[in-house]
């Protein structure tokens, strides 16, 4: 079966830090465009980052960038997300997905999506005290 799985969500104290796994079945992982996204209760969900299939260039949205680092494990078929100095605001469900070309890729920007659209069903992060 062709899927994604995140795992690696929790409950973190502000300033804390998470690593988020995005790990594919059923295809080959360096072939793909992958992104993270999330989405609060009553927002619109919103891209967080994403890392190309060809060159491994990488983009963030302003509110992560120099907290949030996204990375790939080739080996593992694996997309890492790594969270940093987590704060309130972070709080979401968070889903990575690929195959995005022609879709709106909610505030980020990469080369190289794929056509055939796939999401995983996506991990909770919760930051509190």
């Known amino acids: 079966q062709v899927q994604l799985v995140e795992s690696g969500g929790g409950l973190v104290q502000p300033g804390g830090s998470l690593r988020l796994s995005c790990r594919a079945s059923g295809f080959t992982l360096p072939y793909y465009t992958i992104g993270w996204f999330r989405q609060a209760p009553g927002k619109e969900r919103e891209g967080v980052s994403c890392i190309t299939d060809i060159n491994g260039a990488t983009d963030y949205t302003e509110s992560v960038k120099g907290r949030f680092t996204i990375s790939r494990d080739n080996a593992k078929n694996t997309v890492y997300l790594q969270m940093n100095s987590l704060k309130p605001e972070d709080t979401a469900v968070y889903y990575c997905?690929?195959?995005?070309?022609?879709?709106?890729?909610?505030?980020?920007?990469?080369?190289?999506?794929?056509?055939?659209?796939?999401w995983g069903q996506g991990t909770l992060v919760t930051v509190s005290s």
């Open positions: 997905a690929t195959g995005l070309a022609g879709r709106s890729t909610l505030g980020i920007q990469c080369q190289g999506w794929g056509h055939l659209e796939l």
